[in-house]
């Protein structure tokens, strides 16, 4: 089955811009989400379609998908957004989600 | 305004079945751009999709757990439910009830909170 590969963790300090990646066989012609998973809390998507934020999202949150590389970037990186990412892409051969390890950032 | 909430028990025995309500609101399951998936996250570990059920009553199930789960719905009461026979230890982990939205692709743009299941003799 399709498998995703995200860093275990990425370091960055505030203000800075972090990059999390989601690494997949031709990732780029499938449509890529982020969720951002703060300690305790359930997920909430913040990118979808690659690079589409839902509303209420900062802007500071943008994706891009390309070859066999999903990436999400944040900019201005602030303590709050300490937390785990997670992509996810549908894997449309076995009808079902598929969902990177996780990412945990960390705000220095 | 969007709403899934898990109910089910929080303690479970090795080898007994485990029953989780997801009761939705400000949504209907039967919308056809709508479905509702469970997906469990093991204490300090990934998230993990188990299983979905779309507006027609299609199913599907997470290759690896597929012959301990079953996910049904019923559309009057607002409710899926998820079954896992047979549990372990292993299946300790919170389970969220998710909306899944389509539109060419999935993604999940609803989360319940998720219960903390724990599996212990």
């Known amino acids: 089955s399709y498998v995703l590969t995200q860093p275990p963790s990425v370091s960055v300090a505030p203000g800075e811009t972090a990059s999390v990646t989601c690494g997949g066989n031709?990732?780029?012609?499938?449509?890529v989400h982020w969720y951002q998973q703060r300690p305790g809390q359930a997920p909430v998507l913040i990118i979808y379609y690659d690079s589409d934020r839902p509303s209420g999202i900062s802007e500071r949150f943008s994706g891009s998908n390309s070859g066999n590389t999903a990436t999400l970037t944040i900019s201005r990186v602030e303590a709050g957004d300490e937390a785990d990412y997670y992509c996810q892409v549908w894997d449309s051969s076995n009808h079902h989600p598929v969902f990177g390890g996780g990412t945990q950032l960390t705000v220095l | 305004q969007v709403t899934l909430k898990e109910s089910g028990p929080v303690l479970v025995k090795p080898t007994e079945t485990l029953t989780l309500t997801c009761t939705v609101s400000g949504f209907s399951l039967s919308n056809a751009r709508m479905s509702v998936s469970w997906i469990r996250q093991p204490p300090g570990k990934a998230l993990e999709w188990l299983a979905h059920v779309f507006s027609n009553d299609l199913k599907s199930y997470s290759t690896s757990l597929k012959n301990r789960l079953t996910i049904s719905k019923d559309t009057s009461k607002s409710q899926v439910v998820l079954t896992l026979n047979n549990v372990d230890p292993v299946d300790t982990a919170t389970y969220f009830c998710v909306r899944m939205i389509s539109g060419g692709s999935y993604s999940f743009d609803y989360w319940g909170q998720g219960t903390l299941v724990t599996v212990s003799s």
């Open positions: 031709n990732v780029g012609s499938k449509s």
